[in-house]
């Protein structure tokens, strides 16, 4: 049996922020996480991707943002269950709660934060009849390594903000890149959507529109795609392709989570944004993606700002009764379990006698 003070469901960047702040408040930390790493979707989904509304920071790589998180907290040595997934939750009569994983690890804590982001995915896949057999020969369906697609013909499919960035980015990358969306218009950022148009008219990024892939070629590995045009008189374009990547987006699912007797609206876990972010479970939390509240913003940014509330709310909940008077890191500084100090030098002010 694994026992902390907190356990957090999910090792996203909300939820590897969260042992942060609970650190701080000198309060032990365990995170479960299905994925084999700790990161979430930056790890798993797109560690290659920049990100651009960190603060202090124009401009980060999804994976540089959970390498910097981790050196954050190791101060504070979290616990670890990857690889496994969160499947029951039993409340005990003394208020404290036992989740255990599908692999039978149960672990026991007063509060449990839940911080999984949009939960788990499973991508869209387009209705090709045989895009089983090219998956991991040639089809992908999220790109982790862009590096695998150098001197390669790639074929993406979407009209998203994914599939012109990596259409875009892997200009620069693949031999050839072609771009292929249903419509004429696309539902992406507009200066993403005018420089895809400029690169095309470079050459550099083949664009079909109002065209969609239908078939798939090849035999030990994709060798090939058939596009289908909208219009009937232009019929079907061969293209020869090392990889296709339909970027159609992720269904979130809840999974397990959701059986747990928590409010949920539209696959999201409603909370009490008034006050600490709290379930209606009495020390269940829910911060990150994973909640909804009115005026909710999915973003990285808001996720930070509800793990830190939600720990002033935790501590309160494991010590009833005891004051915490909240310290800037600028005055007290960052203290590990590990035993390291890290705080501002002090000024010496000295004295002169005439």
């Not at 991508?123 to 009849?129: E, V």
């Not at 599939?163 to 950022?189: C, K, P, Q, T, Y």
Request: net charge negative.
């Amino acid at each position: 049996m694994i026992k902390t003070d907190i356990l957090i469901i999910g090792a996203g960047p909300t939820g590897l922020f969260t042992v942060f702040e609970a650190g701080l408040l000198k309060l032990k930390t365990h995170l479960i996480d299905a994925l084999p790493q700790p990161g979430g979707q930056c790890s798993e989904i797109y560690p290659k991707k920049p990100i651009y509304d960190i603060p202090a920071f124009p401009e980060i790589l999804a994976g540089d943002l959970v390498d910097n998180l981790m050196q954050q907290i190791k101060p504070f040595e979290p616990g670890f269950t990857l690889g496994e997934r969160a499947e029951t939750l039993e409340k005990l009569d003394d208020g404290s709660f036992i989740v255990t994983t599908n692999k039978g690890t149960k672990h026991h804590a007063p509060v449990v934060v839940i911080a999984g982001g949009l939960g788990s995915f499973e991508p869209r896949k387009p209705l090709i009849s045989n895009i089983g057999d090219f998956e991991d020969k040639g089809v992908a369906y999220i790109i982790k390594d862009p590096e695998v697609y150098r001197g390669k013909k790639v074929v993406i499919s979407g009209g998203g903000d994914s599939a012109l960035d990596w259409a875009i980015f892997l200009s620069d990358v693949a031999a050839e890149v072609s771009l292929v969306h249903r419509r004429n218009e696309f539902r992406g950022a507009l200066d993403s959507v005018e420089k895809a148009s400029e690169l095309a008219k470079l050459g550099k990024i083949k664009l079909f529109t109002q065209a969609e892939v239908v078939k798939l070629y090849g035999d030990d590995h994709l060798e090939a795609v058939v596009v289908k045009h909208n219009d009937e008189s232009k019929g079907e374009t061969y293209v020869e392709a090392d990889n296709f990547i339909p970027l159609f987006g992720l269904s979130p699912k809840l999974g397990p989570i959701g059986d747990w007797g928590l409010e949920i609206e539209k696959n999201a876990i409603k909370v009490n944004n008034a006050y600490d972010y709290q379930t209606n479970i009495p020390g269940v939390y829910a911060i990150g993606d994973v909640n909804t509240y009115p005026g909710k913003l999915k973003l990285i940014l808001s996720g930070f700002h509800e793990a830190a509330v939600m720990c002033q709310s935790a501590y309160q909940l494991i010590n009833p009764g005891k004051r915490y008077v909240m310290k800037y890191t600028t005055v007290g500084g960052v203290t590990g379990f590990d035993g390291s100090k890290k705080e501002a030098k002090k000024e010496v002010v000295q004295s002169i006698m005439a």
